[in-house]
């Protein structure tokens, strides 16, 4: 006959088993699932896209501003201060 600490450590790594397995599937269920070819859609284009989180992208953008700035006057934005912005040049546009 089984010792009874024996049947009792078999019992407390079957419920162990059980409860693993119920947490596994639990956030299994809930982790988020890669988009399958069932989850893509066509756009206005008549091309697939898959379902984004992202929001569309803004196109309602202040136009650029016209400042002309002297090579003095950037040189107070070049990142020394940690008061003044970093003023970036890109094309020759401030």
């Known amino acids: 006959m089984l010792d009874a600490k024996l049947i009792t450590g078999i019992a407390a790594a079957a419920i162990a088993v059980v409860i693993s397995v119920s947490v596994y599937n639990q956030t299994r269920s809930s982790a988020p699932q890669p988009a399958t070819?069932?989850?893509?859609k066509t756009n206005e284009q008549g091309d697939?896209?898959?379902e984004s989180i992202m929001p569309p992208p803004?196109?309602?953008l202040d136009p650029p501003k016209d400042d002309v700035f002297t090579v003095e006057q950037l040189r107070l934005y070049d990142g020394s201060n940690e008061e003044r912005p970093v003023f970036v040049a890109?094309?020759?546009g401030v």
């Open 37 to 40: 070819a069932s989850d893509t």
């Open 48 to 50: 697939e896209a898959s």
């Open 58 to 60: 803004m196109f309602d």
């Open 90 to 92: 890109i094309k020759g």
